[in-house]
């Protein structure tokens, strides 16, 4: 069955550490591959997305993710965390059939400090 | 740019009840997705409609049904709620081209809380 596996569930870090969420799906095919964020009373919001191409994406506010095929990996990272990334973080997946029914992780809440 | 529109924003109900939510999509996009988020856990597809027809199924019982309109707004409909059926329901919009669907843009959601 497909699925998508996030290890950490949460994670606590100061301001300006750096970040790496872990995500592995488990996939037959060519998958379309993306990270949600949720912050504190907001909707899920689209942080990046990889179809294909160079599998290292740049998304809004200083995230990138790398996707590793031979791994099966689609990490989350960013340099330098800010207070204002305190939120929940959610990998996606979905077959590149068209449909875009995506399978989610169960996600990670990063709490980052002053 | 009026963003995808859920409503309403929180419903309680109890057991054996019937509930509709609905949604109303981002402009210019033809395609609605619904899905399931249970408490601490990632959301889960439920059904996907596109030109008034349900596209696609999660792994969901008949109980959960829907309906596309004209104007590509949503309806998901519940029937004889369960207290498992407690979860956000979340509406995600998107637009269709050539059969290939793409990025979803998400609601706020509906809270349902079944009694």
């Known amino acids: 069955a497909q699925s998508v596996s996030q290890h950490n569930h949460h994670v606590i870090l100061s301001e300006a550490a750096s970040l790496e969420l872990g995500c592995n799906y488990s996939y037959g095919g060519t998958v379309n591959l993306f990270w949600y964020v949720q912050y504190p009373g907001q909707h899920l919001q689209l942080l990046l997305k990889y179809f294909s191409g160079d599998p290292l994406v740049k998304g809004i506010k200083g995230f990138e993710a790398e996707f590793i095929k031979s791994k099966f990996s689609f990490n989350l990272r960013k340099p330098s965390v800010q207070w204002s990334d305190t939120a929940e973080y959610f990998c996606?997946?979905?077959?590149?059939?068209?449909?875009?029914?995506?399978?989610f992780g169960t996600g990670t809440r990063l709490l980052v400090s002053p | 740019d009026a963003g995808v529109t859920q409503s309403p924003t929180h419903l309680i109900k109890t057991r054996g009840q019937q509930v509709t939510l609905r949604c109303s999509p981002k402009s210019g996009h033809d395609t609605v997705s619904w899905y399931q988020q249970a408490l601490g856990q990632g959301p889960q597809f439920i059904f996907q409609y596109y030109e008034e027809e349900e596209r696609q199924r999660g792994n969901f019982p008949d109980r959960f049904s829907g309906h596309q309109f004209p104007n590509y707004s949503s309806e998901l409909n519940v029937n004889a709620l369960l207290l498992g059926d407690s979860a956000l329901y979340l509406c995600a919009s998107s637009l269709t081209r050539d059969g290939l669907t793409d990025t979803q843009y998400f609601g706020p959601g509906t809270r349902l809380t079944v009694l």
């Open positions: 996606a997946a979905c077959m590149n059939t068209g449909f875009q029914k995506l399978v």
